[in-house]
């Protein structure tokens, strides 16, 4: 399967950005999708995932009740709403696939990854 992720930006601190992760090839239905994001000189951290059928995991402590995650298998899409950004958001945003049972929070437990879009949030 490839992935898109697409939809990063240059905000201020506040603003919202809607980010899309974007599925082809292999049956995209089939796999659980974990949001992920890489700060400079900080290794990648777990945000969000959302499991095939939709149930959410994991949101980290630091994005509950500003990020939003959700899925349209019929358009193989993952969209990852970020409100109220902060600078400290700041970071390359990766989306990834895997089939490991519970979302993992694990970078090694996924299987296909996005390029990554970059979320730049000044103050």
């Known amino acids: 399967v490839q992935l898109q992720a697409s939809g990063g930006g240059l905000v201020q601190a506040g603003a919202s950005l809607s980010l899309s992760c974007a599925a082809s090839?292999?049956?995209?239905?089939?796999?659980?999708v974990g949001w992920f994001r890489q700060a400079p000189g900080k290794e990648r951290e777990f945000v969000v995932g959302?499991?095939?059928?939709?149930?959410?995991?994991g949101y980290t402590d630091s994005i509950k009740g500003r990020f939003t995650i959700s899925r349209k298998n019929a358009e193989n899409t993952v969209v990852l709403q970020v409100n109220s950004l902060k600078p400290e958001d700041t970071a390359v945003y990766y989306c990834?696939?895997?089939?490991?049972?519970?979302?993992?929070?694990?970078?090694?437990?996924?299987?296909?990854w996005g390029q990554g879009t970059q979320v730049t949030v000044s103050s």
């Open positions: 990834a696939v895997t089939t490991v049972v519970g979302v993992p929070v694990k970078p090694s437990d996924y299987y296909y």
């Open positions: 090839g292999a049956r995209f239905r089939n796999y659980h």
């Open positions: 959302i499991n095939r059928i939709g149930g959410i995991a």
